[in-house]
């Protein structure tokens, strides 16, 4: 009699911890399950729409420390609820808060020399090592430079580029226009490691451009940018007149060659893009905008 009370005992007590068990898995499984759903579906603000696979890919092959797929969410709600309190601790030049009235529908960037040094070709292999460090103005680490083996050189973005860059991001202004990469590369494959480095942590450069056209060969044919415009216009479906480009014109003066094929507005940015060099930019294009205007 005592061994089966012991034993009714011992169900009754088992009966109770599944019991007490079922509502915690439930929680667990709700917790799981509800912000990827939401993430999947609810919440996909249009300010990451070029947050590509590739991208994703990218980072998961490098095995950074943080996953852009994942993160998108917190990401938004962290900038977007403090980008103006950001916007002053990251940005020191005076006319990045004078903008011209008008901006461009696409702003296109080169890459070499003018957001990264060194140029990918001065490399003696892949950049394939996520170096991990201050991404400037006390915002945070990130993904700050790639490196060519633990000891080798590391590509990481002019300290003003990175401004720029930031600004862009943060700025309500630009929530509308698109961004492109364009780049006579000779190994393509350098530059799309490179964009894994992080503007802020979790925001990669390579999330930040809705086209990338990078290489030299095949259909992208060097040594100037005209096939790589022909196909951003088609693709983008933007007019020539509507896009502002920036390239350092150290070795050829792509943005004279641009300009006088097509009609785009350029600047040059021989020290890397800065925020005058880039103000400055814009500024020409109001112009043209104007001049076109004009009866």
Known sequence: MRRRRMTMTRNSSENRAMTMKIPVL????????????????????????????????????????RGMAADILPIWRRYRSHRKSLLRQIVKHPDAFSLPAVLPELIVFDLDATLWW???????????????????????????????????????????????????????????VKFAAVSTSAFPSYSYLCLAIELLPGVTLGSMFDYKFIGETGDLDGPWLTNHFLKLRDQSQTPFDEIVFYDDGLWRDQVGKIYSTFGVVGQTTPSGLSMETFVLGLEKFQQSVQERNIP
Request: contains cysteine; hydrophobic residues 40%.
């Open 26 to 65: 439930g929680c667990i499984i709700f917790m799981t399950l509800v912000p990827t759903y939401l993430l999947s579906t609810l919440w996909r603000p249009d300010y990451f729409k070029n947050v590509l696979k590739e991208d994703v890919e990218l980072a998961q092959h490098l095995s950074l420390p």
């Open 118 to 176: 060194p140029e990918t070709y001065r490399l003696s292999d892949s950049p394939s090592l996520a170096l991990l460090g201050s991404l400037g103005n006390g915002i945070g680490d990130g993904v700050m430079g790639m490196q060519v083996s633990p000891n080798g050189p590391i590509v990481t973005l002019f300290p003003w580029a990175r401004e720029v860059l930031q600004f862009i991001f943060l700025h309500p202004r630009f929530e509308n």
